[in-house]
């Protein structure tokens, strides 16, 4: 047919502008979705909250007050009421949520490059590699994940640091599991055979072939992980865990305040309040983000 | 049947052994010499010579290792450095009283959770499915330590209807639950414990359900002139399973997750006791109690899987 050889390709192709890539039509998903948009904004505000911590909070978080102890909300411009210690509870929060954000994510991020890399070789690998590293990760999955937690981060003699590495070796396990189940399906599939049969190497497949099917699984995983994250790092601050007071941690503002709740209930509870608002926050936008995505676990 | 039972048994064996080896090096975490952490302060220069014989810290780690779960297997755990109490006494009389929670969270927690999850499953899109998918992120969510303060200071500060903490007057060997005296300081932790799990489990529950849902043999039912409850009988006959498993984890957590809800609430189960031995850097009451909760939780998992394996045949044949 000459005719459609000589057509401008504008008319050949009149849907280009409309064809999305990949990430084009997950965007697009997003877009429609107001809740999964409200509750990223949310944790975006939370996000710049706790960077902007210094020039967003009225007061010193660490400035005490003997008279200022303990107060109500809106007491002499503290709309959250005072602590303790007479210190602004709103300027705390902001500042806490630094640590307790900090402390909810990195464990996330590092079990991620782990416990990611483990399970692509795991899934890559050949049988012998394959049963030795996932057998070792079923000794980890046999601990209740808040068990373990405790166990390593209380046995270390608790701390900031120390409750991050309990929580990557909570963590690393089950993110393990998630990549080595995606890369031993993409493995037999028959495009990674083609690519095999033309020659690629085993460093060009796994770049290109294996990554690029495994990546989504394991991100959503992980972005489903950081509420739990922040949920632990705080369970582990408030049993004394976690930073050393007087830092400002929402975890352990909790375990503090609560021995005052016979004096200022409300004020006791806005806390554990940041760290619900936090963590329903990041999982509705874990779950938007994986029907946008379309993965499934 | 009893080939998969043999098979699965096996399987638990080497977990279980690894499990030992974690608690082991956890003595070995702890910063200092591992006498030091057994062994109170004051112990004189007797008292360790004879310690570091009788535990073998003169010997090489494997064999130390060998020595410890040779005792661990005729359950002398060792001694408590805060009470100098066996460790075992101290753990099973923990365990006993974290049981007594768990024996009314669990059936809570799993008729609620199921029940969300069911309802919102077979209706996806509507009201009520997204009321209940609420809820239940809600419970996912929850810091269940916080959500137990503002139980307490509601039903204890504010309306004093219900005791803050503790477990009553008789203590822990004289708790009856069938003593609504004693009773009545299980009703707050006990709620405070089932919110994470219904959460879950509505969650497992509602995306095992609308799976199922999906499938042409329903398709097949609705076509041949079933009647809705009937299939959704048959649904929710076809979602156990999965849901199952769920359950089983979600039960091994309320053994062993409660650290934080018993610390609220100063209930002396295991996980008080837990938090209890990180304070007094009690590693043997530590060591001892996180290997017995995992030992419960491997068995759990174990007779999950053979519950499911009995459920849906399935599975039986891989």
Request: charged residues 10%; positive net charge; aromatic residues 8%.
């Amino acid at each position: 047919m000459p005719n459609t050889m000589t057509l401008p390709t504008s008319m050949i192709e009149p849907a280009a502008p409309k064809q999305r890539g990949y990430w084009g039509s997950v965007g697009n998903r997003l877009r429609y979705d107001p809740v999964t948009v409200f509750f990223g904004l949310v944790v975006l505000a939370i996000i710049l909250a706790a960077v902007f911590a210094p020039l967003l909070a009225p007061f010193d978080p660490y400035k005490e007050s003997i008279i200022g102890r303990l107060k109500p909300l809106g007491w002499k411009g503290h709309w959250l009421g005072t602590d303790e210690l007479g210190r602004d509870i709103l300027s705390r929060l902001i500042h806490g949520g630094r640590v307790s954000l900090l402390m909810g994510v990195v464990p996330v991020a590092i079990a991620t490059l782990v416990g990611g890399t483990l399970g692509v070789v795991g899934g890559f690998g050949g049988r012998k590699v394959n049963t030795a590293i996932m057998r070792t990760m079923d000794v980890f999955y046999a601990f209740p994940s808040v068990l373990l937690a405790v166990a390593i981060s209380g046995a270390m003699g608790g701390g900031a640091t120390n409750g991050m590495i309990a929580l990557s070796m909570v963590f690393t396990p089950a993110m393990c599991r998630v990549a080595e189940t995606a890369t031993a399906q993409v493995k037999n599939l028959d495009f990674v055979e083609a690519a095999r049969a033309t020659g690629a190497g085993t460093l060009t497949i796994l770049r290109y072939h294996i990554l690029g099917n495994v990546l989504g699984p394991v991100f959503i995983y992980a972005s489903s992980l950081v509420s739990v994250g922040i949920l632990l790092a705080s369970g582990l601050s408030f049993l004394g865990l976690g930073v050393k007071p007087p830092t400002a941690d929402w975890g352990l503002m909790l375990s503090t305040l609560r021995q005052s709740i016979y004096v200022n209930p409300v004020v006791c509870a806005l806390p554990g309040a940041a760290i619900l608002i936090t963590s329903v926050s990041f999982n509705l936008l874990s779950d938007g983000i994986r029907s946008a995505m379309d993965v499934r676990m | 049947m009893i080939n998969l039972l043999i098979r699965r048994i096996f399987y638990a064996v080497p977990i279980a052994f690894g499990v030992s080896v974690v608690c082991f090096s956890l003595v070995y975490l702890a910063p200092g010499d591992p006498l030091q952490t057994i062994l109170p302060s004051d112990a004189s220069a007797e008292t360790i010579a004879l310690v570091k014989a009788a535990y073998g810290f003169d010997q090489p780690l494997p064999i130390q290792f060998l020595k410890w779960l040779g005792r661990v297997m005729l359950g002398d755990f060792g001694q408590s450095i805060a009470t100098r109490r066996p460790v075992s006494l101290e753990v099973m009389g923990a365990l006993h009283n974290t049981a007594t929670l768990a024996l009314f969270a669990v059936p809570i927690a799993f008729s609620t959770g199921f029940s969300m999850g069911a309802i919102a499953g077979c209706f996806p899109g509507s009201w009520l499915d997204r009321l209940l998918t609420g809820t239940a992120v809600i419970g996912v969510s929850l810091p269940n330590y916080w959500f137990g303060i503002v139980l307490v200071i509601l039903f204890a500060v504010e309306a004093m209807v219900l005791p803050a903490t503790g477990m009553g007057a008789n203590g822990s060997d004289g708790f009856s639950i069938f003593r609504w005296a004693d009773a009545r300081f299980m009703v707050l932790p006990v709620i405070t414990l089932s919110m994470v799990p219904i959460g879950i489990i509505a969650r497992s529950t509602r995306a095992a359900v609308s799976e199922v849902m999906g499938q042409d043999f329903v398709s097949t039912l609705r076509a041949k002139g079933l009647s809705e409850p009937a299939i959704i009988r048959h649904v929710l006959k076809n979602a156990l399973p999965q849901v199952l498993a769920v359950m089983g984890l979600q039960f091994g957590y309320l053994m062993g997750g409660s650290i934080l809800v018993e610390t609220v609430f100063t209930w002396p189960g295991s996980g008080f006791l837990l938090s209890k031995a990180i304070i007094n850097r009690d590693v043997p009451v530590l060591q001892g109690t996180i290997l017995m909760l995992a030992l419960i939780f491997v068995a759990t998992n174990l007779l999950v899987d053979l519950a499911q394996s009995l459920i849906d045949p399935r599975i039986r044949r891989t």
